[in-house]
């Protein structure tokens, strides 16, 4: 999720009581220039690899409610049509999974909202109960054998509540804005507001998004842009996502688009998506040519095969894999919001957390990473900024708990970020940048589309360090009390 700087934030991926005090980039010639309204291009489809896919599902420990840990969906194929008038969704979601253990029936998350039309499992149709949010079918599974279900479903679609007091949002999911536009952020969950999935961030998967929309609005959700068809009075948009990923880092964006796009010194391309006729929304974007290649050289080249930024009327930021979102406001379409949610692509999206106890992995290490480019950028010397987080850390272990065993009512709180943040600046100061940033790229090496656990990254630091660092992990995360400076 974003984050904001010291008093009021808005961002999903940043601390909520952070208030920015950077002012976005002012426009600037060079970067008008740089990048026009262009038609997107439209990429080869690949063939789908599912053994990337394959996961090892839990119950989750903080959200039992969403999620399984019987089935680990491989690729969802989302064939979705909005109709803004009528406010309805008609979709038919493919899933292709295998069966993580045996099971007489089993269940996937979709909110009432939704009707189910037809349900079959590998090409029959099969027995099924749609109650609340729970989509149970009633036919069983043999561990480790693969199915496709499919479900046929339509409705008029909503947000759902947020286990959270932040003040940047409320609901998550499928949220649909006065004329009809549509724009989704779903973390820790929600994107059963819009599709049925196995909605826990240990089960990641492969995406294929087919979205036809009234034309000229536009349909963008994440990976490569594959197909885009306009007949009929509809535009049709394909993407496919062709690495796993965890169902809260999904997005859908529906409105009238214009689309444009940009390189890194690297050489990534970047699309950019934003509404049409608001070019300075673009001009904001252009921030992340600069800020991949900073990333970059911290943390290894950029770990997916496309990149881009949608640009959306949420109050939010969220790291969304390969199609940041960001929403309609200076400070979530400033430079540092846009650092923080290319850095999760690493440290997020790449890897991510197996349970949401372990959100901190996410957020901490783009937290001192956010703060290291400030600093680099903006004079601040990095010491003031870690000072300034240190007087606040105590507060927010008192207030939302340890960053590791936080309230569920408060997701997203500062704790997740501020505090791992310090930890991880105690280590790089222990160890030097280089060794520091060595690590850091290896962990990611060595977990490359997995979701992992707290035990895996002490593990890893441990043995890359040659060190006994799980007392000073859990002091960090576990503890109560903010720990002394030092390792």
């Known amino acids: 999720m974003g984050l904001a700087a010291l008093v009021l934030l808005a961002g ?183 599709y049925p999935v196995n909605d826990q961030p240990a089960d990641k998967a492969l995406y294929d998004i087919s979205v036809t929309v009234p034309d000229p609005w536009t349909g963008v959700a994440n990976g490569r842009l594959v197909a885009d068809v306009a007949e009929d009075g509809l535009r049709t948009t394909e993407f496919q996502l062709d690495e796993p990923a965890s169902s809260y880092l999904i997005t859908l964006a529906i409105g009238d688009y214009a689309h444009s796009s940009g390189s890194s010194e690297s050489g990534v391309r970047l699309d950019y998506w934003y509404p049409r006729g608001q070019p300075l929304v673009l001009d904001d974007m252009t921030a992340a040519h600069e800020a991949i290649d900073w990333i970059e050289a911290r943390l290894g080249p950029y770990p997916f095969s496309s990149a881009g930024i949608v640009a959306t009327d949420s109050q939010s930021a969220m790291e969304t894999q390969t199609m940041v979102t960001i929403g309609d406001n200076d400070y979530v379409r400033s430079a540092p919001v846009l650092v923080h949610e290319l850095v999760h692509q690493w440290y997020g999206d790449q890897v991510s957390p197996a349970d949401w106890r372990d959100v901190w992995l996410n957020e901490g290490m783009t937290m001192l990473l956010q703060g290291l480019w400030e600093a680099d950028h903006d004079g601040d010397r990095i010491n003031t900024t870690i000072g300034r987080w240190r007087d606040l850390d105590q507060d927010l272990r008192d207030d939302y708990g340890p960053p590791g065993a936080y309230d569920p009512a408060q997701f997203g709180g500062s704790n997740v970020y501020y505090s791992p943040a310090l930890m991880w600046n105690e280590l790089r100061l222990e160890l030097g940048d280089d060794e520091f940033f060595r690590i850091a790229r290896s962990w990611l090496a060595a977990h490359d589309n997995t979701s992992v656990t707290r035990d895996d990254l002490y593990a890893h630091w441990e043995q890359e360090t040659g060190r006994e660092l799980s007392a000073f992990f859990d002091a960090w995360i576990l503890g109560r009390t903010t720990p002394p400076p030092g390792v």
Not at 19 to 32: G, K, L, Y
Not at 49 to 68: I, K, M, R
Not at 103 to 121: I, K, Y
Not at 144 to 172: K, M
């Open 12 to 194: 999903c991926s940043s601390p909520p009581d952070a208030a920015p005090d950077v002012a976005p980039p002012a426009p600037s010639s060079e970067s008008a220039t740089a990048v026009a309204v262009t038609t997107p291009e439209v990429a080869e489809r690949v063939e789908p690899d599912l053994e990337l896919a394959e996961s090892t599902p839990v119950e989750d420990s903080v959200y039992p409610a969403v999620g399984g840990p019987d089935v680990d969906a491989l690729l969802y194929d989302l064939d979705l049509a909005w109709q803004p008038d009528a406010r309805t969704l008609t979709g038919t979601a493919t899933i292709t999974f295998r069966a993580a253990r045996d099971a007489r029936r089993f269940t996937l998350d979709l909110a009432a909202p939704l009707g189910v039309e037809s349900v079959t499992l590998d090409g029959s149709e099969a027995a099924y109960a749609h109650r609340g949010k729970d989509l149970t079918v009633k036919e069983r599974l043999v561990r480790d054998g693969r199915h496709e279900l499919v479900i046929a479903y339509s409705g008029q679609p909503g947000p759902v509540a947020a286990p959270t007091t932040r003040r940047d949002f409320s609901t998550l999911g499928f949220t649909v804005t006065d004329r009809g536009e549509v724009w989704t952020m779903q973390e820790p969950y929600g994107a059963y507001s819009w």
